[in-house]
């Protein structure tokens, strides 16, 4: 089946994109970027406000209202007929978008408004924000013993060092290659370029990963629309398929370091889609730290066991590659600003496949696959896009 049949098939359409600037932004809060980022996507939707009968908002670690959905609607003037907050970590964009897809398919609304942001950069201190992202750890047995989110991910990077004979160096590979995408985007938080021997030489974290192998902290924010139909000039990219996979929450739980979930989720996906891996030609994938990238590039089948390093130095993964990859800089260089960080990844892919990038403009793609995942790549979620037409 071809894109445009699936399509036909009632096929959910991606129709508005939008993010913020990400970095910086003092004296703004999480509704006001919120509503830059929304007020942009309904606009390349060609829509207004009062067309927007779903909302679906992310949560904001530095707004922690039970009803910020309703919050949300209540500031920027909407009424819809659905609302609905959503926390699933990183992996919290991904889940809105899919849950966007299937209201529509459904017929339950015509346009939903999926949105998330805050001033985690400066709304919030860094200690503040440390114990709250600590707490995705088991609470009896890892949160007392101090560990961060950057030492879980840490614990996996040695394991996949181990496993795989893999290098730091190796490691370094992809926050290099995510910076010089992020120096190309004028949004971007961090845009300066940067060799291996600068990731090796940088302060070191948690062993083994360095500074310039996590992401940035970053005010921003992202907004999606989800249409039945689309307007004559918005983008007209078509949700193929979904899938998602929850295999554990803690680190202490995982049972299979060669399938943390990513797999299970995106086959479920493509086979969602009527797709295989060789069928995708643009990659927007999930990368809070480099040993996050690498690990999800292999085990959804983009990049063999050990070797998602080599084909980052063998091109695969620049704009003029088979396989352009984050072209906006990902997480590690665009930006991280909670749920709407992994939500940048799927503006890019739906401004890549409309044809709107401009100079970050890869040649014509027909299908994107786009993998978000939170905790410690606990919850996954998988969305295979297709270029209408």
Known sequence: MTTASIADARAPLITGAATTPFGRHEGSDAIGLMARA???????????????DGVLCGYATTLPHIMLATLFCERF??????????????GTGGAMLMLAGELVRAGRCRNVLVVAGENRATGVSRDSTIQTLAQVGDPDFE??????????????????????????????????????????????HLRTPITVDEVLASKPIATPLKLLDCCPISDGAAALVVSAHALPNAPRVAMLGAGQAHLHQHISAIADTANYGARDAAQAALAQAGLAV??????????????????LLEEIGFAPRGGAAQRVRERVFDPGGPLPLNTHGGLMSFGHSGAAGGMCHAVEAVTQLAGRAGVRQVAPRHHAFFHADGGVLSSHVSIVMGREG
């Open 143 to 188: 949160v007392p013993n101090g560990t961060t989110i950057p030492a879980y991910y840490a614990l996996l990077a040695s394991r996949w060092l181990h496993e795989t004979g893999c290098t730091e160096a190796d490691l370094a590979e992809f926050a290099v290659l995510m910076r010089a995408r992020a120096a190309e985007h004028p949004d971007a």
């Open 38 to 52: 929304a007020g942009a996507a309904i606009a390349e939707a060609g829509l207004e406000p009062g067309h927007i």
């Open 278 to 295: 060789a069928d995708i030609d643009y990659l927007a994938i999930y990368d809070s730290f480099s040993v996050t990238l690498a690990i």
């Open 77 to 90: 003037g909407l009424r819809p007929s659905y609302a609905h907050g959503m926390s699933l970590g990183g």
